[in-house]
T-cell receptor, first 112, second 116 residues
Framework: AQSVAQPEDQVNVAEGNPLTVKCTYSVSGNPYLFWYVQYPNRGLQFLLKYITGDNLVKGSYGFEAEFNKSQTSFHLKKPSALVSDSALYFCAATSGTYKYIFGTGTRLKVLA | GAVVSQHPSRVICKSGTSVKIECRSLDFQATTMFWYRQFPKQSLMLMATSNEGSKATYEQGVEKDKFLINHASLTLSTLTVTSAHPEDSSFYIC????????????FGQGTRLTVV
C-alpha cells in the first residue's frame, strides 16, 4: 500500500535555530511531493512541491525541502525558525492521480 | 494561484438533521473535486472523488448514502451529511483541480462541523 510517513508527532525548536520536519514516502513511480501547513481550524496552506528537476525546492515563508530519491525522503527545512512557524505540517504525495496521500502530520513548536 | 472556497467555515447542527457544505472554485473550472475528512490530531482521509456531471467515487468505508456528493457544475461541489450524528463531527476539506493544472490540487479552507 502506498503511504507517507512523518515519524515525529511533534518537533520543538528554539527560535532562530534551524528546523527539520521529516517525511518519507512509499509511492509507486515518480511521485509528486508536497508540504502544507495548517493553522488551527484552518485549511491547508501550500508551502512547496517537488515535481521534477533540482532536488532542493524552495517554497513560501523561507521553507525549503530536499528530495532524496534513494532514501525516499522529502524533509522540510528552514534555516532560522520563527515563533509564527508553530503549526501543523503535512507532507503529501500523489502518483499523478491527484489523490493525495497525506502523512499524519507533525506539530512544530517554536519556542521563544 | 487558484482559489477554492468552502462555505460555511463552521456549522453546528442537531442530531438527525442534514447539513450541506459547499466547495467552489473561484477562478478556474474544477473538473475534479475531492472531499477529505480530518479527525482531531489526525491526518486527512480522502472520502470521495467527484467529477463534474458524474457520480462521485467513494473510498472504501465511506457511506455514500450518508455523505452525498454532488458536482453539478464546473465551479461547485457540495457535500451533504445526512442524518448527522455526533460522530460525524469533524473538519471537512475539499480540493479541486482543473484542466491544465497538471501538478497540484488546490484546497479550500475547511469546514468545522459539530453535531450536537
Amino acid at each position: 500500500a502506498q503511504s507517507v510517513a512523518q515519524p515525529e508527532d511533534q518537533v520543538n525548536v528554539a527560535e532562530g535555530n534551524p528546523l527539520t520536519v521529516k517525511c518519507t514516502y512509499s509511492v509507486s513511480g515518480n511521485p509528486y511531493l508536497f508540504w502544507y501547513v495548517q493553522y488551527p481550524n484552518r485549511g491547508l496552506q501550500f508551502l512547496l512541491k517537488y515535481i521534477t528537476g533540482d532536488n532542493l525546492v524552495k517554497g513560501s515563508y523561507g521553507f525549503e525541502a530536499e528530495f532524496n530519491k534513494s532514501q525516499t525522503s522529502f524533509h522540510l527545512k528552514k534555516p532560522s525558525a520563527l515563533v509564527s512557524d508553530s503549526a501543523l505540517y503535512f507532507c503529501a504525495a500523489t502518483s499523478g492521480t491527484y489523490k493525495y496521500i497525506f502523512g499524519t502530520g507533525t506539530r512544530l513548536k517554536v519556542l521563544a | 494561484g487558484a482559489v477554492v472556497s468552502q462555505h460555511p467555515s463552521r456549522v453546528i447542527c442537531k442530531s438527525g438533521t442534514s447539513v450541506k457544505i459547499e466547495c467552489r472554485s473561484l477562478d478556474f473550472q474544477a473538473t475534479t473535486m475531492f472531499w477529505y475528512r480530518q479527525f482531531p490530531k489526525q491526518s486527512l482521509m480522502l472520502m470521495a472523488t467527484s467529477n463534474e456531471g458524474s457520480k462521485a467515487t467513494y473510498e472504501q468505508g465511506v457511506e455514500k448514502d450518508k455523505f452525498l456528493i454532488n458536482h453539478a457544475s464546473l465551479t461547485l461541489s457540495t457535500l451533504t451529511v445526512t442524518s448527522a450524528h455526533p460522530e460525524d463531527s469533524s473538519f471537512y476539506i475539499c480540493s479541486a483541480i482543473g484542466q491544465g493544472m497538471n501538478t497540484e490540487a488546490f484546497f479550500g479552507q475547511g469546514t468545522r462541523l459539530t453535531v450536537v
